[in-house]
């Protein structure tokens, strides 16, 4: 019997060490897993393709992986009332969009590589969202 596949909602500075990086486990996650669901939202969609263009990265590559890996998650810019509905869940209310994308998307993980910028165990308590890293994800996915 199948399994369901996982939902993970990627931060998008996995995103971006998958595009400098075509050995490390942000790439791997990316390009080598099966049976994995992966969302971002259109604001962090937004970050990407500054950051891209900021770093001199291949737009291709980026709008490539996001168009053939993810689902996208449409979320509202992220205004004084979002940031104060998930503020308790990050250190920066900057990120409170990546918070809100993951909740929408109703997944089991989210992966970043900025993981002290999250309260992991209130995402855990009140949303079921587990924290980790891209590498700590793979020996998960490794330990099933």
């Not at 165990?121 to 587990?130: G, H, N, T």
Request: proline share 3%; hydrophobic share 40%; charged share 25%.
């Amino acid at each position: 019997m199948a399994r369901k596949p996982m939902r993970v909602y990627v931060d998008s500075d996995v995103v971006i060490s998958s595009l400098i990086s075509t050995s490390g486990a942000a790439h791997m996650l990316l390009h080598n897993t099966e049976g994995v669901e992966l969302y971002v939202s259109n604001i962090s969609t937004e970050e990407l393709e500054k950051v891209v263009y900021r770093l001199k990265l291949d737009p291709e590559k980026l709008h490539k992986v996001l168009s053939t890996r993810f689902s996208a998650i449409k979320i509202n810019q992220p205004d004084k009332k979002a940031q104060e509905e998930f503020a308790h869940y990050v250190r920066d209310t900057d990120d409170a969009h990546i918070v809100a994308g993951a909740k929408k998307a109703s997944v089991a993980f989210l992966v970043s590589y900025n993981v002290r910028h999250f309260e992991s165990e209130k995402l855990r308590q009140d949303f079921q969202i587990i924290l980790l890293t891209p590498g700590l994800f793979l020996q998960y996915l490794r330990s099933l």
